[in-house]
């Protein structure tokens, strides 16, 4: 108990002080990748500090030259901390406005050009899905939670359909990631980070090259039972695997 305060306590100096220095980056960086650099740095610092151990495994290669949407499941906050280590090129959350609000730390995630999609706006959400298209067709790769929230018993949830538009739109291949670990080391609504082992698995590529909105459900199927492989939980039926909610996040 003694380390997993010092580690809130560590969370909550790093987060100011990495948040501080990010919203200061546009003055000599506005591309938001110092920002990225930030961020790193935060989350190495943020799962070493309560002892947290991230194992990557990289299936396919990936072409540092192209985007990609990276689709992973969510069960912890502690996702975000290994998604930041563990992909290994430059990338943006598709995170919903309201985080933008937060003084400091949303402010922080505006100097990096993180993309806020309205999910009480359907206009201003179709709006920052078309942005979000225009920023992958010049070459940003994009990270998106496809289950929308954090799973509440541990199994991966439906997908909601925002993000396979998005990747359709763009030409961007998807890799379906898998996190294991990460909800028993921080469950929903626990402030404390528990020291053990997090894996983060990236799949290969799924090429969404000369499909089109037709094929949106049956990619949607197709992530869905990946990332479900990769956790070795058993396929998903049709009404599992997706819903009828069109925002990325």
Known sequence: ?????????????????????????????????????????????????PGVKLNVELAGKLDPQRPYVFMANHASMIDIWA????????????AKKQLSYIPLFGWAMGAGR??????????????????????????????????????????????????????????????????????????????????GQVRLQIGEPVSTAGLGPADRDRTLKLVHARIAAMLGEPPPSVEQAGDSVNHPQ
């Open 1 to 49: 108990m003694i380390r997993a305060a010092l580690s809130l306590i560590t969370f909550v100096v790093a987060t100011l002080l990495g948040s501080v220095m990010a919203v200061l980056t546009p003055i000599f960086d506005r591309t938001g990748e110092a920002v990225m650099a930030i961020a790193r740095v935060w989350s190495r610092i943020v799962l070493g500090a």
């Open 114 to 195: 993180f993309i806020f999609i309205d999910r009480q706006n359907a206009v201003a959400a179709r709006r920052s899905i078309d942005e979000a298209a225009r920023r992958i067709k010049a070459g940003q790769s994009v990270v998106i939670f496809p289950e929308g929230t954090r799973t509440r018993d541990g199994r991966l949830g439906s997908f909601k359909k925002g993000g396979f538009h998005l990747a359709i739109d763009s030409g961007a291949a998807i890799v379906p990631m898998a996190i294991q670990g990460s909800g028993a080391l921080m469950p929903p609504g626990s402030p404390l980070i528990r020291a």
């Open 83 to 94: 998604v930041f280590i563990g992909v290994p090129l430059s990338f943006r959350f598709i």
